[in-house]
C-alpha cells in the first residue's frame, strides 16, 4: 500500500463516516498500513525509528509501547501523515478496532483512495476544489469494482451498494431503516448524475457499450479502455472465426485433392 492512499472495506461507508465517525475508518486504515509494515520490518530497526521520531514532539498522543497495534498505529500514523494530537493511542486503536468489528462480516472488496482525495472531503474548509460526500462514496464504489484490475464492467446496482456500503445485494435490500442514515442511500438519477460528474473531472475512465455495458477504468484513458473491452468482446469470435476459415480453407484443399485422386483413378493406362 502507498503512502499516499488509504485502503479500507467498502462496507465502512456504512458505519456513519458522513456523520462525523470518519475518522474511526481512517484510524482503521492506518492500523492496516502500520501492521504491514511492522511485519516487513523483521529486526523492528525501521519500526523503532518511525515510532521514535513520531512520539518525540510533545504534543502527541501517549501510547503503550508493549502492545503490537498500538505501535503500528503509531506507524501508519508517521507514514500516512496523520498529525495526532493529545489523548492516548489507545483509545484510537479501540476506535479502529470497533470498525474493524463491524467490517469483519464484509471485508471485502475493499477499496483504496488517495489521501488528498480523503481530506478534500472530510476538511474541505482547507482544501481547494473539495468533493462532496456523494462524490467520495460514489468513487469508492467505482474503485472498489475495479480493485487490482485493469478495467471491471459494473451496473449502477453494483455501484449504489457499494457507495452506501453494502458489497452484498441481499445486505443491501434487507437493510433496515434505522442503519440507512449511517450510509449513502442514493436514487439511480442521483447515481447517474454522480458518475457523470465525476467521469468529466477525469477520476476514472468510463466506457458505455451499445447504450447498456458500462466498463471503468482508473488505469488507463478511455482510448486504451475502448480498445481493451474491444479485444475482450471480439477476441473469442475473431479466433472463431479464424478456426472456420482454416477449416474451409483445408476442407476445400482436401475436396481438390479428392477430386484430382479420383480423376487420376479413371484414366485407361496406355496400351
Known sequence: MSDNYFQFPISALSYGMHLGRWNDVLYLACLHYGRSVCENDPDDLVTET???DYL????RPTCDDTDQDERALVVGF??????????TIKCRLEEARNVQTYCDSAPYPTVRIRTDLWWKTFTPQNKENPLSFREFAVLCAVYAAIGAKPFV???????????AGYPSEEAFQKAPKPMRQNSLWLTPKMLRRTLDAL????FFAKFTFNRGECFYTNKMDKGKLI????GRKLRKLETLSQSR????????EILRRRAVALSASKIVPAK
Not at 518525540?56 to 504534543?59: D, H, M, R
Not at 464492467?153 to 457507495?163: E, G, I, P, S, V
Not at 476459415?245 to 476445400?252: C, E, L, N, Q, R
Request: aromatic letters at 2%; charged letters at 20%; zero cysteines.
Open 56 to 59: 518525540s514532539e510533545p504534543s
Open 50 to 52: 518511525i515510532i521514535e
Open 199 to 202: 467521469e468529466t473531472n477525469q
Open 153 to 163: 464492467k459494473a451496473t449502477h446496482l453494483m455501484l449504489r451498494r457499494y457507495a
Open 227 to 230: 480498445a481493451a473491452v474491444t
Open 245 to 252: 476459415v482454416k477449416d474451409a480453407a483445408g476442407s476445400a
Open 78 to 87: 508517521a507514514r500516512l501523515n496523520i498529525n495526532a494530537t493529545s489523548g
